[in-house]
């Protein structure tokens, strides 16, 4: 643990106004996984992009049973805000436990089933979730090795998500044509 908090030390150099107001503001936007849960919501609501709302909607899914009900509990691990305190400045403490971290996890997650679905729209969403990974670090709500065992738990859960849409996908597509030729 020592070399993590000498990565989340260095890190508080980068302090500026703008960062602080990202990092809080990302930290709220992603604290039960509302952003995602509204671009996949955003996603499903066209024709042209439901199969990849579906698939991150499939991934964030994984996400939740594999790392917040069982990997979580599992490890247990303290947040580096309960070891040091009063490096806790900009949000208050987030519930639960560290490992793995929950925006990094479910914004890989979302975001990877997306650039398997569409290259052109998870290319942004994928830097989208490394900055929030980022914020963790920065907020000292995470420790390095908890954004890391969240962004391989997110690209799991998007891996699988993404052919289990297609796989959904192509059945219900078969199914209709079937009913056509009936």
């Known amino acids: 643990m020592p070399f993590e908090f000498t990565i989340l030390d260095a890190l508080q150099a980068l302090r500026c106004p703008v960062l602080d107001a990202l990092a809080v503001f990302f930290d709220a936007a992603g604290a039960h996984g509302e952003l995602w849960i509204a671009l996949t919501v955003l996603a499903l609501a066209f024709r042209r992009t439901r199969k990849a709302g579906f698939a991150m909607a499939l991934a964030l899914c994984l996400y939740m049973v594999s ?3 069982i990997l979580k509990p599992l490890f247990a691990r303290p947040r580096p805000c309960d070891i040091r305190p009063e490096m806790l400045t900009l949000v208050a403490r ?3 436990w560290s490992f793995p971290s929950g925006h990094t996890a479910s914004g890989f997650a ?3 089933a997306l650039w ?3 290259r052109r729209l998870g290319v942004p969403a994928l830097v989208l979730a490394a900055f929030i990974g980022f914020t963790r670090l920065y907020l000292y709500v995470h420790f390095p090795t908890d954004i890391l065992g969240g962004i391989a738990l997110g690209l799991a859960a998007g891996a699988l998500g993404s052919p289990l849409a297609d796989k959904v996908s192509n059945r219900l597509s078969n199914c209709k044509e079937v009913k056509r030729t009936v």
């Open 94 to 96: 987030p519930h639960g």
């Open 67 to 69: 790392g917040h009900f």
């Open 116 to 118: 398997f679905q569409n």
């Open 110 to 112: 979302a975001a990877f």
